[in-house]
């Protein structure tokens, strides 16, 4: 069964860091992009950012770029996100989304991760 | 960035109508890169529709889209109750990537 499975949310202070992984079975991990995908409570879709099957293009929203990491190891079949200086507005829930190619449609989605930002 | 607008915001049919959805872009889409995602609460979304009119795996006839360059549109024919979701346009030719604001379909 194709599946992707996210792992690290949790309630986190302001100003803390946290790291998100997105585990990856029943495909072939490095023949696709994958993206993160959040949603604050009530609140529409945003994404956040991307990578490349081979990490040579990856992507931030400006609302994350210079305090989230996006990163792999297709060895390990895992896609990371390390999110630093963490906002109330980071609140959401996180999903990891693979994609056949950077520029493409999400296709497999995984059922998320909630990190909560409050003191 | 493009910006991806959806209309209307709420829509509220009975099972057996038809629902049409819309979703402007703020500029052209390239190469209609335009998808549709299906969510229901506590649900990650599901994709419906990749390059603007073609269905994804496992995804009903009844579900078509239609549109190129800023104007695409979403139609469900004969809505089942399966159907009552939020549904949010993306485009994802160029970036960053965007999403609409989503249009939710509410059962009369």
């Known amino acids: 069964e194709v599946q992707l499975v996210e792992s690290g949310g949790g309630l986190v202070q302001p100003g803390r860091s946290l790291r998100l992984s997105c585990a990856a079975s029943?495909?072939?991990?490095?023949?696709?992009?994958i993206h993160w995908v959040r949603q604050a409570p009530g609140k529409g879709l945003e994404w956040v950012s991307g990578?490349?099957?081979?990490?040579?293009?990856?992507g931030y929203a400006d609302s994350v770029k210079g305090r989230f990491t996006i990163s792999r190891d297709n060895a390990k079949n895992s896609l990371y996100l390390e999110m630093n200086s963490l906002r109330a507005e980071d609140t959401a829930s996180y999903y990891c989304?693979?994609?056949?190619?950077?520029?493409?449609?999400?296709?497999?989605w995984g059922k998320g991760t909630t990190v909560t930002v409050s003191s | 960035e493009i910006v991806l607008t959806q209309s209307p915001g709420t829509l509220s049919l009975s099972p057996g109508e038809r629902a049409t959805l819309s979703c402007r872009a703020s500029q052209s889409v390239s190469n209609n890169y335009l998808a549709w995602y299906q969510q229901k609460p506590g649900q990650a979304p599901r994709l419906l529709m990749y390059?603007?009119?073609s269905r994804a795996t496992g995804i009903p006839d009844r579900f078509s889209g239609s549109g190129s360059g800023t104007d695409f549109t979403l139609t469900i024919n004969r809505l089942e109750p399966e159907d009552f979701a939020v549904y949010y346009c993306q485009q994802y030719g160029s970036s960053p990537i965007t999403f609409g604001q989503g249009t939710r379909l509410e059962s009369k």
């Open positions: 990578i490349s099957w081979n990490s040579a293009t990856t």
């Open positions: 989304a693979r994609s056949r190619h950077y520029y493409f449609y999400m296709d497999v």
């Open positions: 390059g603007a009119s």
């Open positions: 029943g495909f072939a991990f490095n023949d696709y992009a």
